[in-house]
């Protein structure tokens, strides 16, 4: 593992030598040896669905786990989409002149080496590579067992076109020691290693947070919650909250509690019950919910649980205070919604709320590089620091001062 990471260390020199120019068209040459290569991935796509039939992982893991022709040429357009977005690096973030006569630039630059611990979904390897390199950056990767085969193939074509334009393909690479010994080896990796990016189930953030001595950037659960005010569009409730749970369940950003207004509750629940029959939604409810439509109970547990599947809480409470205090109590800082026509209700929400995203009648869905104009993401930050919400490419550079004097000293 030391050696291993001494080679990524080490081919971090020269990617400052590749000017934004290189690295856009190399980008879009590992844009397009995906398409050329899709067989071959889908072909190791169809080992590791084997296993997880074999293994009886959910359908949710299963569909994350899934790539097809769509998928894989979605993994394209994500890294062209990168390499179009500006360049991150070198920008002057501020400067001014000092009463001494020094001239400060603050510069954006690369963090250096960022390992990044990521499950189930393959595509991860692709979007996280493109964006390190776009910024610059070395990215190790330690994806999922059950992505094994999937993640190998990808990062074998991603590395091929580091090779053909003469550079190391220690700049993207998968660790050798996939195994739990490799890890906790890996976010100890101080002396090599910058940051690590761990994204996943709650037990893997536990354990990095834990452990790791590189700092670490959370991108932790998705508890994600939609608010049904007294004043909301009703129409337009009920369809937000359908996508926000059933669109995709076994993502963070998809919706596992409801609140509902106790002042329309009567009217909104028999009409969500429908909606959500239609989807096939197991629903479960607090008391007050389970007076007006038929659910199974839910429980405190329930609340700080995300299933990742079609299932659904329901609770009704007192207001936007009543939703803000479930919120504060079983958020985990991710993406939240209301859905009201009150402005004034709508601006105590997003004040109230302390979370990466914040929504005001929009689908928690909505919480994802892609759809936030990043072309891709590291993932979901819930940390406050450094970065937050969808961690695209700014969000893997930090700064430094230059200083230009004239023989000045103190």
């Not at 329901?314 to 859905?339: F, K, L």
Request: charged share 25%; with cysteine; net charge negative.
């Amino acid at each position: 593992m030391e050696i291993f990471l001494q080679e990524a260390k080490a081919s971090s020199r020269v990617l400052s030598t590749l000017s934004a120019a290189d690295k856009n068209r190399i980008l879009r040459e590992m844009a397009q040896a995906l398409r050329i290569n899709t067989s071959d991935i889908l072909k190791a796509n169809a080992l590791d669905m084997q296993d997880a039939e074999t293994n009886n992982l959910t359908s949710a893991l299963k569909d994350r786990l899934l790539l097809d022709e769509g998928r894989v040429d979605g993994m394209a357009v994500a890294i062209e989409e990168i390499a179009a977005l500006k360049e991150p690096v070198g920008r002057v973030l501020d400067g001014w002149v000092t009463e001494d006569g020094l001239k400060i630039e603050k510069v954006s630059v690369p963090i250096g080496v960022i390992g990044i611990i990521f499950e189930s979904r393959p595509n991860v390897t692709s979007d996280t590579a493109a964006l390190s390199f776009k910024s610059s950056n070395v990215c190790v990767l330690k994806g999922g067992k059950e992505a094994q085969y999937s993640n190998e193939a990808i990062a074998k074509v991603l590395q091929s076109v580091l090779k053909s334009n003469d550079l190391p393909e220690a700049l993207i690479s998968l660790i050798p020691d996939a195994s739990r010994e490799g890890v906790a080896k890996l976010i100890k990796m101080d002396k090599y290693v910058d940051l690590i990016v761990p994204r996943g189930g709650e037990g893997l953030i536990r354990y990095v947070s834990d452990n790791a001595t590189v700092p670490v950037v959370k991108h932790d659960k998705g508890q994600c919650h939609t608010y049904i005010d007294e004043d909301a569009n009703v129409e337009n409730a009920i369809a937000i909250a359908i996508n926000a749970k059933v669109q995709r369940p076994g993502v963070c950003n998809s919706m596992e509690t409801l609140l509902v207004d106790e002042a329309i509750a009567e009217e909104v629940l028999p009409q969500l019950k429908v909606a959500f029959d239609e989807a096939h939604t197991e629903l479960k409810g607090c008391e007050r919910t389970q007076k007006s439509i038929e659910v199974a109970p839910a429980t405190e547990k329930d609340y700080d649980t995300e299933y990742l599947a079609n299932i659904l809480n329901i609770r009704v409470v007192d207001g936007v205070n009543g939703a803000i205090e479930h919120i504060i109590q079983h958020g985990s800082g991710h993406s939240e919604a209301i859905i009201t026509e009150n402005i004034t209700t709508a601006e105590a929400f997003l004040n109230g709320i302390d979370a990466a995203c914040v929504y005001v009648n929009a689908s928690t869905r909505f919480t994802d590089g892609g759809a936030f104009g990043f072309g891709a993401e590291v993932g979901i930050s819930t940390n406050k620091l450094h970065a937050r919400g969808p961690m695209g490419i700014e969000g893997l550079t930090t700064y430094k001062f230059k200083i230009y004097g004239s023989g000045q000293i103190r």
